[in-house]
């Protein structure tokens, strides 16, 4: 096992990490930038270095800064969180340069996975169903209609390199198509530096369901359940559900079934997540995420699994802790994710925290790194909690998140708890009768 965790991360991430870290008996390292130094993971660490100033750029995605912080503090693991340097292979692989764990799959896998063309390509491999779309990156626009007239429209244009909604178009029509590759390929470059865009087959209402998955990396796999994430807004998630409230047990069993023996025959190792629209029955791959999710506490609530705890163990060499026959699902779990937002325009909302108060009682978590006199810095992401409640079916979930809702008191900025509070209350998301487009229609309606 580690002797010294360095968590390359900030905020609820990094708390999350070091409380892990801390019930495994293993010391740990906060890295922060000055914007960051009073931030509670850097307060209960055993240890913390200051690795630059408030642009991310600078501190949490500055490589050098990092691996420089190992070998000050002899830091033998780097856990990343997610976001930021937890997808990059690069980092990958100067830390195994420098016998540092890198507490995460391979770079290798990570490159794979990372390329959404290379990604569909390999997931059709190992029997994963895919979105009808174009064997590669679409050259130009002959090429592009030909593929959209094959698969019919509407289709939608996606960046190779993408993620976050970002070099994303939908063409409805061949009329469409030439502005919407065009544009797809712009925000692409300008986004990523690489304007290679593919097409697939635009669903209509479809749900956006991931399913866990954990690999040895010794040709051993696992999954542990469904989440359900179709409540979002620009392709940003906002509402998760453990297990989706759209699956039957036979369809559950059938995409974990495949999903798992997928990894195993990757040799993967660690964490990841295989994420699909799913529509009338059938899924269709869209990315496998090579990281710990920010929803992956309601995973923890309906297997009794600590996701954290399993990362390092699979990473230190000590395998998989369980089997797929020892992992049981229980009740059913709800994550809302706290946003230091405007509640209908989404803009950002830094500044101090003057009340700070969480809810509690059986089935409620709350994961968070902020406190009352906490002022939000507004150089990050601005999450500032998660609210995660797990109850013995949905109706008991949904009546105890009305409740911890009800109890969740954050004051001296704006936050989307009141967006929650009106979801909780409509008949739609009680009935789970909705779709990754539901929450943009409500929103443009007022309602």
């Given at each position: 096992?580690?002797q010294?965790?360095l968590?390359?991360?900030r905020?609820?991430i990094?708390l999350r990490?070091?409380r892990?870290a801390?019930?495994?008996?293993i010391?740990?390292?906060a890295?922060?930038s000055t914007?960051?130094?009073?931030a ?11 690795i630059?100033?408030p642009?991310?750029r600078?501190s ?7 691996v420089a912080?190992?070998?000050i503090t002899?830091?033998d693991?780097?856990?990343p969180?997610y ?6 292979a690069k980092?990958?692989?100067i ?7 890198f507490?995460?799959?391979?770079g290798?896998?990570?490159r ?5 063309i290379?990604?569909?390509r390999?997931a ?7 979105v ?6 679409v ?8 593929v959209?007239?094959e698969?019919?429209y ?5 960046a ?9 178009k939908?063409a ?5 198509l030439e502005?919407?590759?065009q ?5 692409a ?11 697939e ?11 866990q998955i954990?690999?040895d990396?010794?040709?051993k796999?696992?999954h542990?359940g469904?989440?359900d994430?179709?409540l ?5 998630k906002?509402?998760?559900?453990a297990?989706?409230p759209?699956l039957n047990?036979?369809e559950?069993s ?10 195993a ?5 660690g ?11 059938e899924?269709?791959f869209?990315?496998m ?8 506490t309601?995973?923890?609530?309906i297997t009794?699994?600590d996701?954290?705890h399993?990362q ?6 000590g395998g998989?802790?369980v ?5 049981r ?10 946003n230091?937002e405007d509640?209908?325009t989404f803009v950002?909302s830094?500044g ?8 509690g009682g ?5 994961d ?6 906490y002022?939000?810095?507004p150089?990050?992401?601005s999450?500032i909690g998660k609210?995660?409640?797990?109850g013995r079916n949905?109706?008991?979930?949904m009546m ?13 900025i704006?936050?989307?708890?009141p967006l ?9 998301i009680?009935n789970?009768?909705y ?13």
């Amino acid at each position: 096992m580690f002797q010294k965790i360095l968590i390359a991360n900030r905020g609820e991430i990094a708390l999350r990490v070091l409380r892990a870290a801390k019930e495994l008996g293993i010391q740990t390292v906060a890295v922060h930038s000055t914007a960051d130094a009073d931030a509670m993971h850097v307060r209960l660490a055993d240890e913390s270095v200051c690795i630059g100033p408030p642009p991310s750029r600078d501190s949490y995605l500055n490589i050098h800064q990092i691996v420089a912080a190992c070998e000050i503090t002899g830091a033998d693991a780097v856990h990343p969180g997610y976001g930021f340097l937890s997808e990059n292979a690069k980092f990958a692989d100067i830390l195994a340069a420098h016998n540092i764990t890198f507490i995460g799959p391979s770079g290798d896998h990570i490159r794979i996975m990372g390329d959404k063309i290379e990604a569909k390509r390999t997931a059709k491999r190992l029997g994963i169903p895919v979105v009808p779309g174009s064997e590669g990156a679409v050259s130009d626009e002959k090429e592009a209609k030909r593929v959209a007239a094959e698969i019919g429209y509407p289709v939608i244009i996606k960046a190779s390199a993408g993620g976050g909604g970002r070099g994303m178009k939908v063409a409805l029509t061949e009329a469409d198509l030439e502005i919407a590759l065009q544009t797809a390929r712009t925000e692409a470059g300008a986004a990523f530096g690489d304007d290679a865009v593919y097409i697939e087959k635009y669903l209509q209402k479809p749900r956006h369901i991931e399913v866990q998955i954990f690999g040895d990396g010794a040709g051993k796999g696992v999954h542990l359940g469904e989440r359900d994430c179709s409540l979002q807004r620009r392709h940003q998630k906002v509402w998760e559900e453990a297990n989706s409230p759209a699956l039957n047990a036979e369809e559950r069993s059938r995409i974990g079934e495949i999903c798992a023996n997928a990894v195993a025959n990757l040799g993967y190792s660690g964490a990841g997540t295989i994420e699909f629209l799913y529509e009338n029955g059938e899924f269709y791959f869209i990315e496998m995420n090579t990281r710990l999710q920010v929803e992956h506490t309601i995973t923890e609530a309906i297997t009794g699994i600590d996701l954290v705890h399993e990362q390092i163990r699979v990473a230190s060499g000590g395998g998989l802790s369980v089997t797929q026959d020892d992992i049981r699902f229980h009740g059913h779990a709800i994550e809302c994710r706290i946003n230091a937002e405007d509640p209908r325009t989404f803009v950002p909302s830094p500044g101090t925290i003057t009340h700070f108060h969480t809810p509690g009682g059986l089935g409620i978590r709350v994961d968070s790194g902020v406190y009352s006199g906490y002022k939000i810095p507004p150089y990050y992401d601005s999450l500032i909690g998660k609210l995660i409640v797990h109850g013995r079916n949905r109706v008991e979930c949904m009546m105890r998140l009305r409740r911890a809702l009800d109890e969740f008191v954050v004051d001296g900025i704006k936050t989307t708890l009141p967006l929650f509070r009106e979801l909780v209350g409509n008949p739609d998301i009680a009935n789970g009768d909705y779709d990754i487009h539901w929450l943009e229609k409500h929103l443009a309606k007022g309602e």
